[in-house]
């Protein structure tokens, strides 16, 4: 497992590719998935507001893209000062892809850094496991026959 100070440097790098025009507040993120592959993401706005998408959905989708599903660790960096918190709906979809005792490191740019566990962010979450359908999740669809 890579050090958190580690999951930080990439974090930054995304970072630093944030497109925050109109709220100036750039965010970076870094999963490492259960494989111990990282993906990044940046926080992406848009005129239409309601278009925005967070660093940590962009890292998931990424991650998901990818061919992976489970997250074992995620740093989220912002400006500062200050660590700033997942938003709800961020904390949710991390929810889906990790286990209640999965590390969420949050960072600033000032050498802030404060570590919470997915249970801590979202207590009493609702998630795969609630639903009756689990059987069906997290499984990689079946390749077409060779024939
Ligand atoms: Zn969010």
Known sequence: ?????????????????????????????????????LFTGCNVENASYGLTICAEATAITSMVAAGEQTIQQIAIVVTGPGVSSPCGACRQRIFEFATIDTSVHLFDLHGAHKTYTVGELLPAGFGPRDLTIQHNLRKTPAKPDAT
Request: charged residues 10%.
């Open 1 to 37: 497992m890579q050090s958190p100070d580690t999951l930080y440097q990439h974090a930054v790098a995304a970072y630093h590719h944030a497109y925050a025009p109109y709220s100036n507040f750039s965010v970076g993120a870094c999963i490492e998935t259960s494989r111990g592959t």
